[in-house]
């Protein structure tokens, strides 16, 4: 964990360099992943990232998911891509933390409780001044039933990198004008990444969280 306080992405262009049977290999995986009903897209992977006084400078490139895919069912592949992501440590004006549970359906961290929303960063978004808190309002918008306009500013905190799951992740604070509502707050209908959603005191998190908290 990197503590950050501005994020600045350059898009660049930019591909895996695959030998021939990595790439046989890639398309093996593929098609067992369309048999699972997985369905192909395009990514943002990190190419080059820094942290110069605070600020995160993070070279990347548009590439394909099928590719992370990959290298997720066959570790030999080693990190073919590093993708970028985003998380939200949602805050209300009580000094309450949203929490979710994944899915057991998921690929990455099946049950483990996470910040939430969280989700890939995507290239179009990237190629904005404010990529990161663009793509943090989108998985807001997708994930929770709290509206977009009970947020009252949205600050980078952390910039994380998974090294078992080659990801990074820029992580955010969003804080809340109002109190989390006494209602159901994750889109069940259309939404299967996470099951359980709970509220909790920064003091009962994890170490490492409490020492994120204290960037700002």
């Given at each position: ?26 398309k ?13 897209g ?12 605070g ?16 290298q ?15 998380s ?5 004006a ?25 989700g890939?960063?995507?290239?179009k ?15 807001f ?48 209908d ?27």
């Amino acid at each position: 964990i990197k503590p950050i306080r501005e994020v600045k992405i350059r898009m660049v262009r930019h591909q895996p360099d695959l030998s021939k049977d990595v790439d046989d290999i890639v398309k093996q995986q593929w098609q067992r992943g369309e048999e699972l009903g997985k369905k192909n897209g395009q990514i943002t992977a990190v190419r080059d990232c820094s942290v110069i006084s605070g600020v995160a400078h993070i070279t990347a490139f548009a590439t394909q998911y099928k590719y992370f895919w990959a290298q997720q069912q066959d570790t030999e592949l080693g990190a073919l891509v590093e993708p970028l992501a985003v998380s939200g440590a949602v805050r209300d004006a009580n000094m309450q933390y949203l929490v979710g549970q994944r899915s057991n359906t998921v690929t990455q961290y099946a049950g483990c409780w996470e910040f939430a929303p969280s989700g890939g960063l995507m290239p179009k978004e990237a190629l904005s001044e404010d990529a990161a808190e663009l793509a943090l309002r989108r998985e807001f918008k997708k994930e929770l039933t709290i509206g977009e306009n009970t947020i009252s500013r949205v600050t980078p905190i952390g910039l994380l990198f998974d090294s078992k799951d080659h990801v990074y992740n820029i992580a955010q604070l969003i804080d809340l004008y109002i109190v989390f509502p006494d209602q159901p707050l994750l889109h069940q209908d259309d939404y299967t990444e996470q099951t359980t959603l709970a509220l909790v005191d920064v003091v009962k998190l994890t170490p490492a969280v409490p020492t994120m908290m204290q960037i700002y």
